[in-house]
């Protein structure tokens, strides 16, 4: 039994959900989203709650209702807080600059890296520090773990780029006292 998809999702003043059919559209004061989602489930508003239903006991439409609920949920907190993602740039030389909409890293490659800013992710970039905001938990969540990934933290100096919460469990080199 979903115990997540049975609970209603609250609708904060200042956000608005429209329902067409499978499709939602919240508006908010940090943006707005819209997505379709399965057609396992059944979506109505009442009383400033969104509540997820599933029309039989199948293995699937459970599933599905506990999975859209989140969705759902994700969409409205983000469209009325915004979702937050902090990294942080460790190494000698190592820093990161913002270009338009692009962000252009220098790693220690023999090239600079530029990755190019989805329109609905906004980045506060300072040299050794990248804050990514946006009211998609899904997209912040992407491009942060796709700018993690162009140099990974490192287990000996702990050079590399990391989650501003990411603690490095540290190695000792080859002395190994």
Do not use: W
Request: hydrophobic share 35%; charged share 30%; proline share 5%.
């Amino acid at each position: 039994m979903s115990r997540i998809g049975k609970q209603p999702v609250a609708i904060p003043s200042g956000v608005t959900v429209t329902i067409n059919g499978q499709h939602i559209h919240v508006k908010g004061p940090k943006g707005e989203l819209e997505r379709t989602v399965s057609d396992v489930v059944d979506i109505k508003v009442e009383n400033d709650e969104i509540i997820v239903t599933r029309p039989n006991d199948s293995r699937q439409a459970r599933s599905h209702q506990g999975l859209v609920r989140s969705l759902i949920a994700n969409m409205v907190d983000g469209c009325n807080e915004g979702f937050v993602r902090e990294l942080e740039i460790n190494g000698v030389g190592y820093r990161a600059e913002k270009r338009k909409n692009f962000i252009r890293f220098d790693l220690g490659y023999s090239h600079p890296i530029f990755v190019e800013l989805p329109e609905l992710v906004d980045a506060e970039v300072a040299q050794t520090s990248v804050k990514l905001s946006s009211p998609s938990k899904e997209i912040v969540g992407q491009v942060a773990a796709k700018i993690r990934s162009l140099r990974k933290p490192e287990p000996y100096k702990g050079k590399g780029i990391k989650y501003k919460e990411e603690r490095i469990i540290r190695k000792a080199g080859k002395a190994g006292a």
